[in-house]
DNA sequence: CTGAAAGCGCTTACAG
DNA sequence: CTGAAAGCGCTTACAG
C-alpha cells in the first residue's frame, strides 16, 4: 500500500513541502552552493519547523567518505612517558567509533620542541580533516593552527592544558588554577609555621601565560588566602636534562634549604633523582603525574605526593567528544576538569589512570 | 560503468560467491530457519572466508525496529541516594546510543524488597529486549532470571555487584574483596595496638555468598595477613530502619567499646546518626558510597573515610559495554573494577563520581 | 527451502 | 539554479 504523502520522512517529506526535488533539500542542508535564496530560506524554513533530524545511518551508507579526526599531541619521550596514558585513552575510543566510518590519524610532536610541534602541524592536511583533538602546549604556535582551524570551520577540542578565550568544542583536562591550589592545601599539613617552601617550574618555556604559571598562582593564593606564614622561594628552570636542572638545584638548596617542594610538573622525577643523591634530610616532595619514573621515587619515599588527572580519560573524553560533535551535533560541557587525584605511595597500586 | 563482480561488497559478494541470493544469505546471517544445512555451511564458510563484517549502517536504515536494553536497577530510596549516580551515569550512556535506534528501559525495584524485584523482572517482557544491564542485588532471584536471560540468549551486565560463575557479558563495579581490603589497610593507621575493631552489616539479606560478606572477609583476611592483633567484633544488622539499627548498636556498644567501626556498606550514615547522639568518645568510623547523608556526616567529622567507587561510571561503562557488544560485537575486558576512591572531609568537594 | 524485488533515507554524479 | 535517477548494503515481505 502507497504511503499517504503526508506520512513522508526526512528529505523527501522536506522536498515535498517545498515543492522542489530531494536533491535541492540536501544542496541546503549542506550548505552547498548553487541553491537561489528564496528556495534555500524556504526549504530552512521547513527544516525548522519540522525540527528535522538527518538519519545518519543513512547518510554515512550513501556517502562513502570516511571522517578524519587529527590528534596533534606530543610523543613519548625519554624523559617521560606520560604521553603515553592519554595516546591509550584516544586509541580505545578510535576503536569505539570506526565502525562509524572515522579515522584517526596522530601527529606527534617532541614535547619540548616547538619546531617539531609546527612541522606536525604542517603535515595536516586540514582538507581532509573534519576535526582536531589537540593539547596546545605551545601558546603562540597553538594560536596560529587554531586560527586556520576556525577559518575552515574545522571543531577542536583541547586536552591536558587549554588556552581561554578560543573558541574550542571543549576542554578535558586539569583546572590548572585549583590543582596547584589543592597542592598547597596538602602542603599546609605537611611544613610547620615559618619553615620555607620552594617552587619549582621544569620547562623550556616558561611564561605568565603559561600552564605552570596557573598552577603556580593557585599554589601562592591558597597560602595568602589562608595566611600561611610559610615563605616561598621559587625557581625556574628553562633545561629540562638532569645535568642542569642538578646544578640549579644545588645552587639554591644550598643557600637556602627548605621543608618542602612543590614542582609544577611531571618533572618531579628529576628533582627527586637529585635529593635521593644528597644525603641531607628530605625535604616533603609533591609533584605530578602517574609517570614510571615517578613511581619509582614515590615508593621509594623520596616524593611524597603526586597529583595525578586522569591523563587516560582526557584522551578518550576529547575523542568523543569530538566525535558526538561532528557526527551528531551534540555538545557538551565546554570545560570538562579531571578529579583531582591525590596518590600516595599506599595508594598507588590501585590507580587508574 | 558495472563494477567488476568480483568488487561486489557485502551480502552480495558471499550471495555471488555460494551461488544463492541476497535472501539466503541475510537468513544464514541471522541465524533464521529455513535453510538446507549444505547452503547454510556454506555460506557460514565463506562469511568465515571473508572476515564478512556487516554494515552496521545499512542494517539500522533497512530494518527499522528499535534495539530495546532494559535497566534492572534500585531506585532511590529515603533512606539513601546512592542509585542517582549509577542512573545518571546510565542515562547519559543512553542519550549518546539513542541515535542508533537504542531505547532504554528502566525497571527499578525497591533496593531492599525482594518482591519488588520479583515485580520488575515479571514486567520485563523477553522477546522485546535485546540486552539487560543488572545490579543483582538479590542472589537467588537474579539467578533466576538470569536462566531466563541465557534460554534467549540475551546479553547482560552486572554493575555493583557480581554474582561469580555466570556467563555474563562484564561486570563493572567494585573488586568487593579489595575493597574490604583496603578498607583495613586504613584501619591499621587509625587505631592502636590491641584496640578493638567493630564490623557491622547492616542488609536485610546477609549470608556467605552476600557482597557484604565479601567485603567483610576482604577486611578480616588483611588482618590475618599482616598479623594484627586489634581484636575484631562483628554484628549483623537486618533490619535497616534507624529504630533497629540503633538499638542494636547500644546493645553491644555499652558492652564493648570500641576504637573503630567499618561499616560495610553506604548504611554507615545511620551507624553515624547514632555515634553523634552519644556522647561517649567518638570511635573512628570507616564506610562506603558518596551519598547525600553521608557526605553530612563527613563533613561534621563523626564519619572519617568514605570508600567510593564510581557509582556513575559503572552505570555508563555497563550500558556502553551492551551496547557495544549488541551492536558491534565488541567484548571488552569481563571484571572491570572501579579504582577505590578514598574520600575525606578534605578532599570531598573534588570528588567526581 | 530459495529467489526476486522493493525500500530504508540519504548522497552523488549527471543532465539541463 | 534545479531535477531525476542510481546506488549505498542491508532487511522485509511476498511468491513459489
Redesign the pocket.
Known sequence: MA?KDSEL????EIARRA??????V??V??NR????K??KDKINAIIKELDYQ??IF??R?????QLVFAILIPKVSQETNYWEAPLLGIEQAGAEISPYGITVQPYLYEVNDKKSFLEQVARIDLDQVQGVLLAPSFIEESAHFIKALESKKIPYVFINSDIPGYNSLSYFGPDLYQSGYLSAHLMKYLVKRKEKVLIINISQEIDDQHHLSRKEQGFRNYFKDHKIESPILKIDIQQTDYAHVSKALGQILRKEPVAAIFVTNSRVSTVAKYLKKTKDTQPILIGFDYTKENLVFLKEGIIDFLICQKPREQGYKGLMALYQFVLHSRTGEKNNFMPIDIITSENCDFYIN
Open positions: 504511503r520522512t526526512g528529505v523527501k515543492n522542489v526535488s530531494i536533491g535541492t540536501d544542496r542542508i549542506h552552493k548553487g541553491v537561489s528564496k528556495t538527518p538519519n543513512a547518510r551508507l550513501a556517502s562513502k567518505k
